[in-house]
């Protein structure tokens, strides 16, 4: 089955990415990066892990009800309970696939599952056995597989395909794999399996090493693998996972080479970097590769010169086909919702409703009222509010009167809507953010731990709106709030309030209002 070009794009954002600490996403945020993966033309999108929680199960099915496009899979344990529970969550799905693993290296198997090798290939063959029921899309992936011995490798997965298993998935769990070493195991694995020409094969990369791209391809090129699992930005477990953009655009770039295709929709690629960027908190470096702000900027004079003269000289890729979008209509406080709306048709993002782009169009008024220019930032993250807004509003940002002075204590007044009720509170603090935090605290008492502030300016120049991530842990639940603002610290407010509307949210989950 690898005979051919064809490689499928496997994305895994919303189950290895959302592993990182922090990285936590609401159904609703799921689901929008789940329909901007749909945009893309990712093939494969992992929606989750169903077994996992309530919470995680309902964004999978929800996913699995909207997105039509992809394939729609979620992992499980090789167990019944977690396969069941991931088939109910995939139900609605047009195509599913469902994903069982198990450990199959002597560490894991030992110390952690505390098994024997007979019974992992035992429960291994169970559980894509009973998987098959659901599905005839199944995936396999013997966990730790870069550290597992080869012998015992050969017989689990010559079971498990013989089972029904249609993908198998190799996974370098840890990082630790190099690259050659890792596309040739595959080569042999393939070589000595005798069945192994009825399954795809797929490879599954963690970035310790920084090497997860590069042996994403030695697994393709080396080994025959036609599947890549990879992460929008690379989000993942540890150090994360292949970045989609990076492995995409490698394969575009040198076609030639790698002779493979993929379904991807280059041009959504930005896009679905900043969304990412956004929901998470996590920022994307300047220097990184593809999707990070300076890739294709250029800052010496020689290169300059060069880039002047015929783009090739120092571009290996058109930002353009990535998705930057080069600005031929600038917008501002004059521009019209003509403009407005195919601006947000440019940065793949769909709302859903007429109402949705007028209460938009209405928030980029009164920002372009503040700001001379509004960049495409700017849009994504004013869309962003808008959604949240519309997610929970519970806690609702009216207005702030901040006073610092050199040498004086912080002061902050904020008003805000507590379940549509307006309060008024004070509060002082080591600098004007402490003091905004510790006024809202102040009527809020919410009891959460900030634990990660970050600001960002979201375009250039001084007149850059910052765009604030608060991260707040309580009762070990995570949430993540962004706000956006020209003012810094009205920007810390309202992702101090975005915040505190998803801890409302998941309260409201367990405990509901009558
Ligand atoms: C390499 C990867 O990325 S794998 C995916 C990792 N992702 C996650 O773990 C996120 C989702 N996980 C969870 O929500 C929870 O861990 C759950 C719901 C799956 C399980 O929760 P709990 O039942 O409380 O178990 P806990 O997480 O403490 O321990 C895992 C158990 O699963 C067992 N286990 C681990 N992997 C597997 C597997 N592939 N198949 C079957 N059992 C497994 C472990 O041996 C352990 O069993 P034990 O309780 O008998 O010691
Ligand atoms: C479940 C498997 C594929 C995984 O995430 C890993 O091994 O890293």
């Known amino acids: 089955m690898n005979t051919s070009n064809r490689l499928i794009i496997f994305d895994t954002t919303l189950r290895d990415g959302e592993q990182s600490p922090g990285a936590s996403m609401t159904r609703e945020e799921k689901l929008r990066i789940a329909k901007q993966l749909e945009r893309m033309k990712v093939d494969v999108i992992e929606a989750g892990f169903a077994a996992a929680s309530q919470g995680d199960f309902e964004s999978i099915r929800a996913i699995a009800g909207a997105v039509r496009e992809s394939t729609i899979c979620s992992l499980s344990r090789a167990n019944d309970r977690d396969i069941a529970r991931a088939a109910e969550a995939l139900a609605p799905a ?12 002597p560490l894991h198997m030992q110390m952690k599952l505390r098994m024997t090798p007979e019974q ?19 995936e396999f992936s013997p966990e730790d597989g870069s550290r597992s011995d080869e012998d015992f490798l050969c017989r689990v997965l010559e079971a498990v395909i013989a089972e029904g298993a249609t993908t198998i998935n190799f996974p ?9 070493i890792f596309g ?3 080569k042999r694995l393939r070589e000595r399996i005798p069945n192994s020409d009825k399954a795809i094969w797929s490879v599954h990369c963690h970035n310790d090493l920084g090497l997860a791209v590069a042996n994403s391809l030695a697994g393709v090129m080396i080994g025959g693998a036609r599947q890549i699992e990879c992460t929008v930005n690379g989000l993942g477990e540890r150090a994360g996972n292949t970045a989609l953009e990076e492995v995409v655009m490698a394969l575009r770039t040198r076609a030639a080479y790698y002779n493979l295709t993929v379904g991807i929709d280059t041009t959504q690629i930005v896009a679905a970097s900043k969304m990412v960027s956004q929901i998470t908190g996590f920022a994307v470096q300047p220097n990184k590769a593809v999707v990070g702000a300076n890739a294709f900027a250029h800052a010496s004079g020689i290169h300059q010169d060069g880039i002047l003269k015929a783009r090739e000289t120092y571009e290996i890729m058109r930002a353009e086909d990535v998705g930057w979008t080069a600005n031929k209509i600038v917008l501002g406080k004059l521009s019209g919702r003509n403009a407005f709306k195919q601006r947000l048709h440019e940065l793949g993002i769909a709302l859903e409703s007429e109402a949705e782009v007028n209460a938009a169009f209405l928030r980029f ?6 700001k001379s220019e509004i960049f495409d930032e700017d849009i994504m993250a004013l ?3 808008e959604q949240q807004a519309q997610e929970s509003e519970h806690y609702r940002f009216i207005s702030l009167t901040q006073q610092s002075t050199t040498g004086a204590v912080p002061h902050a007044r904020v008003e805000f809507l507590v379940g549509g009720v307006q309060r008024s509170c004070e509060g002082q603090g080591d600098g004007p953010v402490d003091a905004t935090v510790n006024a809202i605290e102040s009527a809020a008492a919410s009891g959460a731990e900030l634990v990660l502030f970050s600001v960002n300016a979201i375009s250039t120049g001084t007149q850059s709106q910052g765009e604030v991530t608060m991260r707040l842990s309580r009762d070990g639940r995570i949430v993540n709030g962004v706000g956006a603002d020209p003012d810094i610290i009205v920007a810390s407010a309202k992702a101090y309030l975005s915040a505190l509307n998803k801890l409302h949210a998941k309260d409201e989950r367990i405990d509901p209002q009558p």
Request: glycine content about 2%; charged content about 30%; aromatic content about 8%.
């Open 172 to 180: 370098d769990t840890v990082g630790y794999a190099v690259p050659e």
């Open 365 to 370: 008024k009164e920002l372009a009222d503040r």
């Open 184 to 186: 040739n195991t595959i």
């Open 383 to 385: 869309v962003s509010e």
């Open 120 to 138: 992992v290939l035992t429960q291994a063959q169970n559980a894509v056995r009973y998987a098959r029921q659901f599905t005839d899309d199944i």
């Open 94 to 105: 047009e195509r599913k696939r469902i994903h069982t693993f198990i450990a199959t290296s």
